[in-house]
């Protein structure tokens, strides 16, 4: 969870709640993007992959900046 930590300074609770929900929508998309494409299936659970946090978001940010 410390990959997706916002650093703000605002005392706006608002902006802080919504920087959560942002960070666990990411975190959770990030999971499920590992969890159904990426790991192949074993006998005892899901095979874990490399893909880290900060390779989503520069994909992510590519692909929407191009």
Same mark, same amino acid.
């Given at each position: 969870m410390n990959q997706a930590r916002t650093h703000t300074t605002t005392k706006n609770p608002a902006l802080k709640l919504l920087c959560i929900g942002? !960070?666990?929508?990411?975190? !959770?998309?990030? *999971?499920?993007?590992?969890? *159904?494409?990426?790991? *192949?299936?074993?006998?005892s659970g899901q095979e874990k992959v490399t893909w880290t946090f900060k390779n989503m978001l520069k994909c992510g940010c590519q692909k929407l900046t191009s």
């Open positions: 942002l !960070n666990l929508l990411l975190v !959770n998309i990030w *999971t499920y993007i590992q969890w *159904t494409h990426l790991s *192949t299936p074993r006998q």
